[in-house]
Structure formats: C-alpha cells, structure tokens
C-alpha cells in the first residue's frame, strides 16, 4: 500500500507535460470549504487537508478566481499564526509556572507540565513558521490518506487536473467506507489490482486518473515490536507515473456535499521493495501508455491489465524516512 508519496502539487506541470486544462473552480470550492469550517471553528481533523505545495499554485494570482483563492489562503494563514501565537504563549505560562513549581518541590503533575509545554510551543512555533514561510520545500508536496492533491484524468474527452482527496469514496457507497469499525482510515486509497474486477469494478475500465510522483514511502516492520516509515526513490532519477482510479461520489439525501477521491492502483512489489519489509507497490506506467490510461474501454480489460503488466520498474531505493 501507498501509505504516503511526494507528487506534483503544481498544477502547472500537467499543463506543460500533458496540454491539460485546470480547473480553477475546484480548486476554489476546496479552498473555500476550508476557509468556512476553520471560521466556523471546526475541529482540525473535519477541515480538508491541503499540502501546502498547492498553495504555491496561487502566489502570483492572474485572474480573479486565483486572487480570491490567494485571498482564502492567505486569510487561512494568518489565523494559523494567531490561534498559534495565542497557544504558544498559553502553554510557556504553563511552563513557566511549572518551573516555580520546581523550584519549591518536585511533582510529576509539574514535571508532565513542562514535558508537554516545552513540546506544545516547539510546535506552535513551527506552525507559526510553516504557515509564513514563501519558499517552496520538496516536502511540501507530500500526502497521505485524506489529503488533496491535483490529479489528472479525462473528462468530456479533455484533459482536466482537479484537486481530489487521497482516499476515494467509491460512487454509489455510503460514506461510513471511509472508515473502519474501530475508527480507522479505511484501505480504500489504495485500490489493489487483484481486486479491480471486483471491489472496484464501477471505476476500474471506466474512470481513471494519474499522478506524477518523485517518491513513496512505506509502513515496514522495524524488527522490534514496531513500525518504521522508509522513502523509496527511483535509483535512475525518474518520475512515477502512477495510475489511479478516481470516482465522483455524491449523497442521494443531499446532506453531505460531492466528493472527488482517488485511490493508487497497487501490485506485488519488486524484489528490493519485498526485500526492505513492504509487500505491495504502487504501479508505475510507462509515459507512452498515459493515453490509453486516462481513456480507458470497458469492453477491454486485457488491455488495460497489459499496461499494468508493462510497468515501469526503476530499481527503487529506499532509506529510512526523516
């Protein structure tokens, strides 16, 4: 499985490579989602997540729907730096007291106080920075499940890149597939090739997209009881192309709004990625075969598993995750 990849949160790239249209009333809709659930103070794990690697898609606004994006983004921001601000100063009192504490006698009540203090204004800190930091960094456009990213794929027989959550939501099922019995993310962000003609029979031959990726990284066993996060690199330098089903689910009651998702089609894995710990693997086709991908036939899966037959295989480095 997939658990997180470094892709291409510029979508100015699928322009470039692939003559794709963009549309910028998604990307609107999705910022401006966010925008309402963090002014209405929503808890942060309801508000969509967005790398902020997209949010360099709207530095240098051109046109009025990219400056009322900037203006969202930019309005986000600045209550992250004052929610934090206001935090970070909460949580040094609670240090600062604990210390007098200290001084006097030593409790555990005073010692877990500066523990989790100390810890709580590193992080405000970094929050502070991150949301006004304007320099793009390479981990910027990293996600994981339930995060959004541009993906492309065809509609109307054009090429369009949308923003869509990294965890796909199969049209037609009830939204609790989202999550298992005890709460969990559910697997659906993957979607597993012996399962396509199956599970996912509704979107594989019939709604696909692709992503352009530099890396993946994996869950693996670290030898002692617990999980390590190891990033898988192309030894050669190549870019992944990696093939996905998407789906456009909507809820037949109206309550809950339309959600785009994707999920990365996954495989056994090469010797060097079973090797390092991790039993599934992204599929990487080929750039000649991106066509055919996006604009799949129903009536011929044969042709679509040969892609997948045919896939690219880099030898995949791998090291373990900062």
Same mark, same amino acid.
């Given at each position: 499985?997939?658990?997180?990849?470094?892709?291409?949160?510029?979508?100015?790239?699928?322009?470039?490579?692939?003559?794709?249209?963009?549309?910028?009333?998604?990307?609107?809709?999705?910022?401006?989602?966010?925008?309402?659930?963090?002014?209405?103070?929503?808890?942060? !794990?309801?508000l969509p997540?967005?790398?902020?690697?997209? /949010?360099?898609n709207?530095?240098?606004?051109?046109t /009025?729907?990219?400056?009322?994006?900037?203006?969202?983004?930019?309005?986000?921001?600045? !209550?992250?730096?004052?929610?934090?601000?206001?935090?970070?100063?909460?949580?040094?009192?609670?240090?600062?007291?604990?210390?007098?504490?200290?001084?006097?006698?030593?409790?555990?009540?005073?010692?877990?106080d500066?523990?989790? !203090?100390?810890?709580?204004?590193?992080?405000?800190?970094?929050?502070?920075?991150?949301?006004?930091?304007?320099?793009?960094?390479?981990?910027?456009?990293?996600?994981?499940?339930?995060?959004?990213?541009?993906?492309?794929?065809?509609?109307?027989?054009?090429?369009?890149?949308?923003?869509?959550?990294?965890?796909?939501?199969?049209?037609?099922?009830?939204?609790?597939?989202?999550?298992?019995?005890?709460?969990?993310?559910?697997g659906?962000?993957?979607?597993?090739?012996?399962?396509?003609?199956?599970?996912?029979?509704?979107?594989?031959?019939?709604?696909?997209?692709?992503?352009?990726?530099?890396?993946?990284?994996?869950?693996?066993? /670290?030898g002692?009881?617990?999980?390590?996060?190891?990033?898988f690199t192309?030894?050669?330098?190549?870019?992944?192309?990696?093939?996905?089903?998407?789906?456009?689910?909507? /809820?037949?009651?109206?309550?809950?709004?339309?959600?785009?998702?994707?999920?990365?089609?996954?495989?056994?894995?090469?010797e060097?990625?079973?090797?390092?710990?991790?039993?599934?693997c992204?599929?990487?086709?080929?750039?000649?075969?991106?066509?055919?991908?996006?604009?799949?036939?129903?009536?011929?899966?044969?042709?679509?598993?040969?892609?997948?037959?045919?896939?690219?295989?880099?030898?995949?480095?791998?090291?373990?995750?900062a």
């Amino acid at each position: 499985m997939c658990f997180s990849a470094e892709a291409w949160s510029l979508y100015e790239s699928y322009v470039a490579e692939y003559g794709a249209e963009v549309s910028i009333k998604a990307f609107w809709e999705l910022y401006l989602d966010r925008d309402e659930k963090y002014r209405i103070r929503r808890p942060v !794990g309801e508000l969509p997540k967005i790398p902020k690697g997209m /949010d360099f898609n709207f530095i240098h606004p051109r046109t /009025d729907q990219e400056r009322q994006i900037k203006e969202l983004i930019d309005r986000y921001n600045n !209550g992250v730096v004052m929610d934090s601000e206001q935090e970070m100063f909460k949580q040094a009192k609670r240090v600062a007291d604990a210390e007098r504490k200290l001084a006097v006698k030593e409790t555990k009540a005073a010692l877990n106080d500066v523990r989790v !203090g100390s810890n709580k204004v590193k992080q405000m800190k970094r929050w502070i920075s991150e949301a006004k930091r304007i320099t793009m960094e390479p981990e910027d456009s990293r996600i994981w499940p339930d995060w959004y990213l541009p993906v492309l794929t065809v509609e109307n027989g054009k090429r369009i890149v949308r923003p869509m959550r990294y965890h796909c939501r199969p049209a037609g099922m009830d939204p609790s597939i989202d999550w298992t019995k005890d709460g969990r993310v559910s697997g659906t962000y993957n979607a597993r090739r012996d399962n396509l003609k199956r599970f996912w029979r509704n979107q594989f031959g019939h709604t696909h997209g692709l992503i352009v990726a530099s890396k993946f990284y994996e869950n693996v066993d /670290d030898g002692k009881g617990g999980n390590m996060v190891l990033e898988f690199t192309p030894r050669d330098g190549s870019l992944l192309h990696v093939a996905c089903l998407v789906s456009y689910w909507t /809820d037949p009651k109206g309550e809950l709004p339309p959600l785009w998702s994707f999920a990365a089609v996954t495989d056994e894995p090469p010797e060097e990625v079973r090797a390092a710990g991790h039993d599934r693997c992204i599929i990487n086709i080929k750039p000649e075969y991106v066509n055919k991908w996006l604009n799949p036939d129903p009536n011929n899966l044969d042709e679509l598993f040969a892609i997948m037959d045919d896939k690219r295989h880099p030898y995949y480095e791998h090291r373990k995750a900062a």
